[in-house]
Nanobody, 115 residues
Framework: QVQLVESGGGLVQAGGSLRLSCAASGRTFSVGWFRQAPGKQRALVARINRDNYAYLIDSVKGRFTISRDNAKNTVYLQMNGLKPEDTAVYYC????????????WGQGTQVTVSS
């Protein structure tokens, strides 16, 4: 069982930056950041594997960076150039082995971007 704890959300003006952290209680293979805006489905924003292979959706490329510190079992989502449409609850999720589904989820952290 892996527990995930997110931190780093908050209120920021458009164009500002936030860094989200996802601390895991144990070893993970793939960690993803998802977000859910009001009235919308939860969707993947970025993911990173233990070997640092990373993927980001097109709408955040050039603005967001995902990275991980395996020694600390922590994954980061650096968000720059934030836009109001980035407003959502951000969740991290983890898969413990290759090919597994994201079975472990954090509680979520609110990100609000004002215009």
């Amino acid at each position: 069982q892996v527990q995930l704890v997110e931190s780093g959300g908050g209120l920021v003006q458009a164009g500002g930056s936030l860094r989200l952290s996802c601390a895991a209680s144990g070893r993970t293979f793939s960690v993803g950041w998802f977000r859910q805006a009001p009235g919308k489905q939860r969707a993947l924003v970025a993911r990173i594997n233990r070997d640092n292979y990373a993927y980001l959706i097109d709408s955040v490329k050039g603005r967001f960076t995902i990275s991980r510190d395996n020694a600390k079992n922590t994954v980061y989502l650096q968000m720059n150039g934030l836009k109001p449409e980035d407003t959502a609850v951000y969740y991290c999720a983890a898969a413990s082995v290759p090919g597994a589904a994201y079975n472990y989820w954090g509680q979520g952290t609110q990100v609000t971007v004002s215009s």
